[in-house]
């Protein structure tokens, strides 16, 4: 079955209100339905321009601005909700950051699809920034999620850059891997552009990736975003000579948009020029010379 995907290249913005929220989010969804997409990305974080409607005594403040967001954290679930019931479509709006039972926050990626029951997938992979700075946890948990195209992944940016995460995603039956990234220098972006890659080709499946745009120097933790959002393949025949379906135009305001079939990454891996995903357990054969 082939499917259009939307990976968002999103600008943050700063707030007045939820609903001033409530009216960009429905105005993205309702861009890219109008489009006929059916599965839709936003970048890691996205949900941190939520910050401005505090004032700026929390939004200036790393740990006040995640205690606060915390408040809004149902409606937000629930506006994605409607959002996927009402467009019928996938929707995988980024991450928010959870306070956790414990007390602890965990950069969450939550994934909503028409009429089921929400899921998600924490980040599992910290940065320096998350571990050192903003003191957010990882997750411990690597998922798997149904839907009517076929088995959906997530890594959410830094994970992307770890090879086994995608693979055991990819065995237990993904073939489309989602990745919302947050990337404040050129560098950060393309060191998830190049996991993303890396992770198309020795998998072959398809990686999607996500970004946020624009500056916001009213904020401590997202003031800078760099990137460009994008679709990559299998490298093989069928698929883009170079892995890259479609790519947005670098710190644009844009949806990416293009058509995907996941069955096709079960027919390269049968019939492509070479194996990436079969000979996978062949490398743990070869030994290192004494």
């Excluded at 968002?8 to 209100?17: K, R, T, V, W």
């Excluded at 928010?96 to 039972?101: I, L």
């Excluded at 992770?199 to 009213?218: D, I």
Aim: hydrophobic residues 40%; charged residues 20%; contains cysteine.
């Amino acid at each position: 079955m082939n499917v259009k995907i939307a990976t968002a290249q999103y600008d943050i913005s700063f707030l007045e209100n939820w609903q001033q929220y409530q009216s960009k989010m429905e105005r993205w969804v309702s861009e890219a339905a109008q489009k006929d997409a059916k599965i839709l990305l936003f970048p890691e974080y996205a949900s941190m321009e939520l910050a401005s409607i505090f004032g700026e005594a929390v939004y200036s403040s790393l740990n006040k601005q995640l205690a606060a967001m915390q408040a809004l954290l149902d409606d937000y679930l629930d506006l994605f909700q409607n959002l996927a019931n009402n467009y019928q479509c996938i929707i995988q709006p980024g991450t928010f950051p959870v306070q956790t039972d414990s007390g602890a926050y965990r950069n969450r990626a939550y994934l909503f699809m028409p009429n089921r029951p929400l899921d998600y997938q924490d980040k599992l992979m910290m940065t320096r920034f998350e571990n050192e700075q903003w003191l957010i946890q990882k997750g411990e948990v690597l998922r798997c999620f149904e839907s009517e195209y076929g088995k959906i992944a997530i890594n959410v940016c830094y994970d992307s850059e770890f090879p086994m995460l995608a693979r055991k995603q990819v065995e237990a039956g993904a073939n489309l891997i989602l990745v919302p990234s947050c990337t404040d220098t050129l560098a950060g972006y393309h060191r998830v552009k190049i996991g993303c890659q890396a992770r198309a080709l020795e998998n072959q499946c398809y990686v999607v990736q996500a970004t946020l745009v624009g500056n916001a120097p009213w904020s401590e933790a997202v003031d800078i975003n760099i990137g460009a959002a994008a679709i990559y393949t299998p490298v093989d025949r069928g698929f883009p000579d170079n892995g890259i379906l479609a790519v947005g135009k670098l710190n644009a305001v844009q949806w990416v948009i293009a058509e995907i079939a996941l069955s096709a990454c079960d027919t390269v891996r049968e019939q492509g020029q070479v194996f990436n995903y079969r000979d996978w357990p062949l490398q743990n054969a070869v030994a290192m010379e004494p």
